[in-house]
Structures are given as C-alpha cells and as structure tokens.
C-alpha cells in the first residue's frame, strides 16, 4: 500500500509536465513585457490570447489557447480569413476591443496575452484572472513582433521551436528578397476602408516588412506615429512610385472615390500602373509567424518586389 501511495504522489507530481506540448521545458521563466518582467513558476498550459498576432503565434508554436477575442463585438470583423480554419474549437472571449472578463475567468487560464495599445486600461484588471502579459502588438514592427515570438515561446515552454520559427522565417525573407528588384522607387502602403486612408510607414507591421523582403517604405513614423491617416491631397504630396492598398473584399474603399478626381491620376503610382491591393485581414491584423508566410508569397505572386505591374488579382481596380 505505501508502495502504491508513493507512486500515486509521485504521479501527481510530475503531471503538469507531462501534459506539457512535446519539447517544451517545464522549469520557472521568466520574459520582458511592455509592463516589466513577467515570471510564471512553470511554463503557462492555459493561455487566453487577446489579440490575433497572439492566437497566430500560439498555434504556430503548437499550443492551442483555451480562449480567445475572436468575438465581433464593437465592429470588430472576427478572426482574419487565413486564421479561421484554425480557430475552430477555440473559446471565444469577446473581442479584442470588448474582452469579456466571465468569458475569459471561465477559461481558467494560467497566462493572459494583451495588447498594451488596445488593453491599456484594462490589462489590470485581466491580471487579477491570471499573470498577464502585455506586448505592444497593434503598434509593433516587424522585429517587434519577432521578439514577441520569442518571448512567447518561452512563456508556454517552447522557446526551441520559437527560435526555429524565427529561423525559417529569415530564410523565407532572404529568398524572397531575391524577387526584389534592385533600386526599385519607394512605395506608400495604407489601409483603405469606406471612410479612411491610414498610412503605414517604416515602422508598422506592414510597412516594415514589405521592407524586410526588398522595397523601400517612403514614409518614417511621424510624430511617433507608426501609422496615420492622410487624405487624397496628402496622398498626392507623397507622390508615390509604387502604392500598396490594403482593402477588405467586402467594403468599397474610399479609394474609389478618389480615383474619379483628377488628382488621382496625377499620382505617379497611378501613371506607372504600380498600384497593388492586399487583403487588408490577412496582411495587417494576423501579424503572427503564418500570416508571415501568406504574406511572403503574395509580394513575390503580385510581382510587388519585381516592380512590374500586378499579378491578376492584386490590380487595384475602381
């Protein structure tokens, strides 16, 4: 009998490392987030991701959160196309705008992901649920995003298949640069919906990395802006060579009124016949590890990086 105690102990002991995803660690971490260091005295098991660059990560890692704000609450439109095959099954906590705190304590999670633009305010109160971790994902550039792999990685234990990640991830950049024409003009990239123009410059996501595979991004942050929007006149002072839009299939961008001004056609973008659209879901909302991938093939498919005029289905028609 005390044979069979000390093994029902033992057991017990060694379960939560057990059930850990294969190759990860199971001894205390610690990482740097934008709310100072964060410590768990094992890697998380249970995770709530609150944005869609987290969920990306998380499952590219091979950890499938218990919960997470893929809710269409306030306006949000829901997780981005090439993510929603892979979410089935997953918990919703509200949005990203709109977390519900029910939904997210329900979950029973032992590490909470926040974003530190959109959850400045209530990133407190998801730490009284769980240790929360906050990374600045909304506003973040590229090697920002890449940290956060890492850092990531490390909170549920998978720091080796982060690194691995991150490795695959230049390899696939460098090839993809090879596509890249050289001394190739500048471009503007902007988010196109019904109503606005939002400029992402050198230091967004998007920008950044249209940057990592071989172009030239026009536009620094300004004012300590990564992104800001800018009106048809604004756009025409840029005056540029190459435009990229990012516009949802289901919305009718405001480009499409611009595009019967006369100052429309005096863009040089326009002139060159170098304006390419992208699906505005999957290119500036995933931000994760496969986003990356979709992302990296759709440059070189456009013919983006050769600089020659679009692909057939990456013309900007109005």
């Known amino acids: 009998m005390p044979d069979r105690i000390s093994r029902s102990i033992l057991l017990t002991a060694l379960l939560p490392a057990l059930l850990l995803a294969?190759?990860?660690?199971?001894?205390?971490?610690?990482?740097?987030?934008?709310?100072?260091t964060l410590s768990l005295p094992a890697p998380a098991r249970r995770v709530v991701a609150l944005e869609y660059s987290f969920v990306d990560t998380l499952l590219a890692l091979g950890v499938r959160p218990v919960g997470a704000a893929l809710g269409t609450q306030g306006g949000d439109r829901g997780a981005p196309p090439y993510l929603r095959p892979k979410v089935g099954g997953i918990t919703p906590t509200g949005s990203r705008g709109q977390p519900s705190l029910e939904a997210m304590a329900?979950?029973?999670?032992?590490?909470?992901?926040?974003?530190?633009?959109?959850?400045?305010?209530?990133?407190?109160?998801?730490?009284?649920?769980?240790?929360?971790?906050?990374?600045?994902?909304?506003?973040?550039?590229?090697?920002?995003?890449n940290n956060q792999t890492l850092q990531i990685g490390r909170l549920v234990g998978r720091e080796a298949a982060a690194r691995q990640l991150l490795a695959d991830q230049k390899t696939l950049i460098a090839k993809a640069r090879a596509f890249a024409k050289k001394n190739?003009?500048?471009?503007?990239?902007?988010?196109?919906?019904?109503?606005?123009?939002?400029?992402?410059?050198?230091?967004?996501?998007?920008?950044?990395?249209?940057?990592?595979?071989?172009?030239?991004?026009?536009?620094?942050?300004?004012?300590?802006?990564?992104?800001?929007?800018?009106?048809?006149?604004?756009?025409?002072?840029?005056?540029?060579?190459?435009?990229?839009?990012?516009t949802a299939p289901d919305e009718k961008p405001v480009t499409d009124t611009w595009a019967k001004n006369p100052l429309w056609q005096k863009l040089s973008a326009v002139k060159r016949g170098r304006v390419y659209t992208f699906n505005r879901d999957d290119w500036t909302r995933g931000r994760g590890p496969t986003a990356l991938k979709l992302m990296t093939a759709q440059a070189i498919e456009s013919r983006f990086l050769q600089d020659a005029a679009p692909a057939r289905g990456y013309q900007y028609q109005p």
């Open 184 to 246: 190739a003009p500048t471009f503007v990239a902007g988010v196109v919906t019904p109503t606005s123009f939002t400029v992402h410059t050198q230091g967004s996501f998007a920008g950044s990395f249209l940057e990592a595979v071989g172009r030239r991004n026009a536009v620094p942050v300004r004012d300590g802006q990564t992104q800001f929007e800018t009106s048809l006149e604004g756009l025409v002072a840029l005056n540029p060579q190459t435009l990229v839009l990012f």
């Open 22 to 36: 294969p190759g990860a660690s199971a001894a205390p971490v610690s990482v740097p987030t934008d709310r100072g």
């Open 106 to 145: 329900a979950a029973r999670p032992d590490l909470i992901l926040a974003d530190a633009l959109v959850h400045k305010d209530s990133a407190a109160g998801f730490a009284r649920l769980a240790p929360t971790a906050v990374f600045p994902s909304r506003r973040a550039d590229l090697d920002e995003l």
